[in-house]
Structure formats: C-alpha cells, structure tokens
C-alpha cells in the first residue's frame, strides 16, 4: 500500500511540475531556469510546513506523509532538473547564471523550508 500512495503522489507532483513550469517559462522565457528554480523554492516551503504540521501539530497517519512528502513532492521537486540546466550553463559558458542558479536555488529552498517550517508551527 505504501508503494502505491507514493506512485500515485508521484505522478500527481511531476504534473504539477510539469504545468508549473511551464506557467512560468511563458511567462519569463527560457533564459534562465525560473521554473526550476521556482519549484525547487516552493517544494521546500511545502515539505517544512507540511513536515512540521503534520509531526507536530496534526499527527498524521504516516501513509498521509507519504503519499504527501516522498509523493507529490518527490515528483514535484526538480533537482535532477537544477543539476542538468546548472551544468548546461556552465557548458553553454553561462558562468554568471550557473552560479546564480546554484546560489539562488540553494540558499532559496533553505530558507523556504526553515520559513515552511516556522509557519507549519504557527497555522
């Protein structure tokens, strides 16, 4: 049962993904990997709001945290997708933008997990 509540939360997550991205690279172009990037930051929001509630304030069944963590948000997060648009900068001679990615995207989802997790502490 477990298996199955993390397929069917991982194809829902690279769904979302998938549409989110592309939401965002309409909207920016593809110059540089903002819908990674975006998706990265809000997957870490949701893992430390939903991590903490569902810990520490809901008690939730664990197949509900894995059908939500290693699920959806297995599938919506997109760090194979970080690594290879980071490397194809740096290929591409993009030094600038590959860093910026790299900063960007590390100290972002850092700070949206901490940020994720003091809210799920407060809601």
Known sequence: MKYLLIFLGGGIGAVLRYWMQGLIYSRTGADFPYGTLVVNVLGCFIIGLLMISLEERFLAMPSLRL????????????????????????????????????????????????????????I
Do not use: D, P
């Open 67 to 122: 059908f939500l963590t290693i699920g959806i948000l297995g599938g919506f997060t997109t760090f194979s997708s970080f690594s290879y648009e980071t490397l194809a900068l740096f290929r591409e001679g993009e030094m600038l933008r590959a860093l910026l990615n790299v900063g960007s995207s590390v100290f972002a989802c850092l700070g949206a997990t901490w940020v994720g997790m003091l809210t799920g502490r407060f």
